[in-house]
């Protein structure tokens, strides 16, 4: 069973950065972030594909970027805003996926907690 490993997170103030990390225990062809704010459906932030192609949200374009090394995928954020806040989940796909949609992702990490004070 694949599992996904997520670190980073936190609480920061407005203007602020962090990175997200997640691990996946095996070789995954897509791996994304997506993020879940309070009282609202789940949303994709950022995808990368193994061939290095990226897709990424409008509302973090410019300030979040996706990375991928070995398995580990990491999302490096800046400028945070408030609505920035949310739950923050890892995503991993055995194929390559068409973009940030939910039933292509297989695996998913627990999430992890990102919140941003104004």
């Known amino acids: 069973q694949v599992q996904l490993v997520e670190s980073g997170g936190g609480s920061v103030q407005a203007g602020g950065s962090l990175v997200l990390s997640c691990r996946a225990s095996e070789y995954l062809a897509s791996m994304a972030w997506f993020r879940r704010a309070p009282g609202k459906e789940r949303e994709g932030v950022a995808l990368i594909r193994g061939d290095g192609s990226r897709t990424y949200a409008e509302s973090v374009k410019g300030r979040f970027t996706v990375s991928l090394d070995h398995g580990k995928t990491s999302l490096r954020m800046i400028d945070l805003k408030p609505e920035d806040t949310a739950m923050y989940y890892c995503?991993?796909?055995?194929?390559?996926?068409?973009?940030?949609?939910?039933?292509?992702?297989?695996?998913w990490g627990q999430g992890i907690q990102v919140t941003v004070s104004s």
């Open positions: 995503a991993a796909g055995r194929w390559v996926v068409s973009g940030l949609v939910e039933r292509e992702f297989q695996y």
